[in-house]
Every structure is written in structure tokens, then in C-alpha cells.
């Protein structure tokens, strides 16, 4: 739930992402008029069928022929033209609803960004939110007129709990093999995330993860004598801060960011790790384009 009252992404925003298209690098197949292109099928001046024209379709598509015949709108369906069914997991652990500025407000803006995108493109989108205890699931849907209906079922994601992620995914996955897996998540999860990662890729997904990690986890300001309470199981352990201390979590955290990044690179999978301090117009026109994933 959003308790800050402000909108997950304003009008002004959303006009910047027209135009971009996600740039996976899946063979797509599909009978519908996605704008991702297929690697062996015709050139863009061809076309092998027809649908009815919906709101939020490009009007540029519409057979002007076939309405003065029929007078009914229809959009061209380009032979290398071919729709992605894409699925955009978002993590509920508890773990995410932590961090200033908020990994979770971030994580559900960025759901709601690839969602825009998709649709903006004739791709066929669904929202997966998942956690040990509950999967929360909005199905497979096109049309850019459904947007403000996923922005709400975004919004209305609660955190909470426990997530074992390899476990969740294998349990709740809900993909069609040859489509494209988003995952946005911290990656705290006691499982593991390799197993989840590989049982995507078995499906035959195109995945990107996305790594979201608050300012304190990078780089904790802390020292002294305290006690740490874990967000998700509520368990406390009592430490003492050292510049030894910070020293050593540090290095930790810079190996387990290094780890996860060749396990991803070593099976081509898209990483982006993201720091929650960065505002999701720059994590889209920074992080994303620099790592190729939107264009």
C-alpha cells in the first residue's frame, strides 16, 4: 500500500516513456501485434494479418482500406512484429518495505515503468507479487487502456513477511515458456536466488533482475553498542560496531554483489543492481539504457 499519498508516477513522467521499447533479447512468437521484433520473419513493409483496432493502439496502424470496406477499425500485424508476454515479479518480503529513501516505493515504481512500457508497445504484460505465504497475481493483459487498472494493483501491493525467492518463484510462477521475466527484489532471502533464476531460464525466459538495495545496506552508518532486530522473522541479535566491523560488511556485501553479477553474466541473464537514494526517472534514463535493457 502506498502510505505516502503521492502517486507512484505522474503524468509528466509517464509522456517520457513514450517512445522506449524493452530491448530483450528473446525470440518472441505470438499472433498478435507486439512491436518486438522477430529474428527470421519478413522485413517491417510486410504484413500477415489483421486485428480490430483497440484504444491505445497506434493509429498509424489502422487499414484505412479495410474501414471503407467494413467500417470497422483495424491495425496492420507486421510479420517480424511479434507480442512478448512479459511477467514482472515484485518481492513483498518485509525486507522491502525498509530503507530511506523506500527499496519498496521504488521497487512498485519500477513495476509500474515496465508495465507502461510493454503496453506502449502492444506486449502482453502480467504482475506477479510474492512472498513464503501468498502470491498476489494480476493476469496477463494488453492494451495501453489497462494501464491505470495495473498502476492500482501496483499501488495496493503490501509487504510483509518472509520470501523465500527460489521457493516462490518455482511455487507461484505463473509464465508462458518463450516470454520475458522481470524480477525486482533485495535478493534477502534464505534460500537463495540461483535456483529461482534457473527454473525461469528452464521455462525459456528472457530475465532480468533487478537488484534494489537501500543507502544503509551499501554503506551502514552505524557504531556502538546495538541491537538489530531482522524486519522479516523479528529476531534480534545484539553486536558491536567497529570500524573493523563496518570494514569486513562491507566487504561482504561487495563480494555478494560481485557473486551475483557473474552468476547472471555467466548465464545472460540482465542484472542491474540500483540503489533505492537514485529517483526512477534516473534509474530508467540512466541505469536501464546504460545496461541496454530499454532503448
Known sequence: MNHSGDPLLDQYFLKKLDGLVLNARAALKGDMGGNRKSRSKGTSIEFSDFREYVVGDD????????????????????????????????????????????????????????????????DRVSVMGIRD?????????????????????????????????????????????????????????????QEGLRYLQYQKQEITLVHIMAPWELEPELSGNLRLIDVEDGKAKEIVVTSQVLKAYKKTVDEFLKEVGTFCYTRGINYIPINSAVTVERVVFENLVKFGLVR
Not at 495495473?150 to 515458456?177: H, M, Q, V, W
Open 59 to 122: 493509429f498509424r496502424r489502422i487499414d484505412w482500406n479495410a474501414y471503407a470496406r467494413f467500417e470497422r477499425l483495424f491495425v496492420k500485424l507486421f510479420m517480424e512484429e511479434r507480442e512478448a508476454s512479459i511477467t514482472v515479479y515484485v518481492d513483498l518480503s518485509g525486507s522491502m518495505d525498509w530503507g530511506r529513501p523506500n527499496k519498496g516505493r521504488l521497487a512498485k515504481q519500477l513495476a509500474a515503468v515496465f508495465v507502461y512500457i510493454a503496453l506502449a508497445n502492444l
Open 133 to 193: 505465504d501468498v502470491s498476489t497475481y494480476l493476469p496477463y493483459f494488453s492494451g495501453k487502456q489497462g494501464f491505470w487498472k495495473a498502476l492500482k494493483f501496483i499501488d495496493e501491493l503490501e509487504f510483509g513477511g518472509k520470501t523465500s525467492l527460489s521457493n516462490s518463484i518455482k511455487r507461484y510462477a505463473c509464465i508462458k515458456p518463450g516470454g520475458i521475466s522481470i524480477l525486482i527484489t533485495d535478493l534477502f532471502s534464505k534460500d537463495g536466488y
